[in-house]
């Protein structure tokens, strides 16, 4: 959405990755000027899915473009109201599939009734108000909410890293040499 609503070129996101950008024009848009349907709201499971948002936001951004009477790759006068009610959106559509997930762990005895835990980490824990929607979450039903500081809330790889550090600090099945591994992008 932040490559689509060409973010790079707003003058407060220049420098930002673009989910820092969605939050930082998101805080002070109103979330209520567009409207978008959850995703996946026909599946009663707790699978996460943001392509068909995706489309919509797409096709709402080409709507306004039309409207605005701008070229694709200009900036939306609106466009702060297009990051908050799509940062809306992807958190309710969070929360929605995290309570289901909390939900069937407890009917299946997964977790213990009493001190459960909710964990959440990686690039998503890094916004703030996903974060807040997940705490209230995690309150609302007796969790534990564990989040590490949004400085170590990053990509994958960073956190595939960070796994490494620590079993290797533990001493577990870490490699000494790469001899033989051979390395291919995608």
Not at 67 to 78: A, F, H, P, R, T
Not at 87 to 114: D, G
Not at 131 to 138: F, P, W
């Amino acid at each position: 959405v932040a490559r689509r609503l060409s973010l790079r070129k707003h003058p407060e996101c220049h420098s930002m990755a673009g989910g820092k950008a969605i939050e930082h024009l998101a805080q002070t848009g109103n979330q209520e000027l567009l409207t978008f349907r959850l995703p996946m709201q026909q599946y009663r499971n707790c699978h996460f899915s943001f392509s068909g948002l995706q489309n919509l936001v797409n096709n709402a951004i080409v709507q306004k473009e039309k409207e605005e009477g701008i070229q694709e790759g200009e900036i939306l006068s609106c466009v702060k109201d297009v990051a908050a009610a799509v940062q809306h959106t992807v958190a309710l559509h969070i929360i929605q599939r995290t309570y289901r997930a909390m939900l069937f762990c407890i009917r299946n005895s997964i977790l213990p009734s009493k001190n459960a835990t909710l964990v959440v980490s990686g690039g998503v824990a890094s916004n703030q108000y996903i974060r807040k929607g997940l705490q209230n979450l995690a309150d609302a039903n007796d969790f534990a909410f564990l989040c590490p500081p949004p400085r170590l809330c990053t990509d994958n790889g960073v956190m595939i890293a960070w796994n490494g550090i620590e079993r290797l600090r533990a001493g577990l099945g870490v490699l000494q040499s790469t001899d033989g591994i051979r390395y291919e992008p995608r």
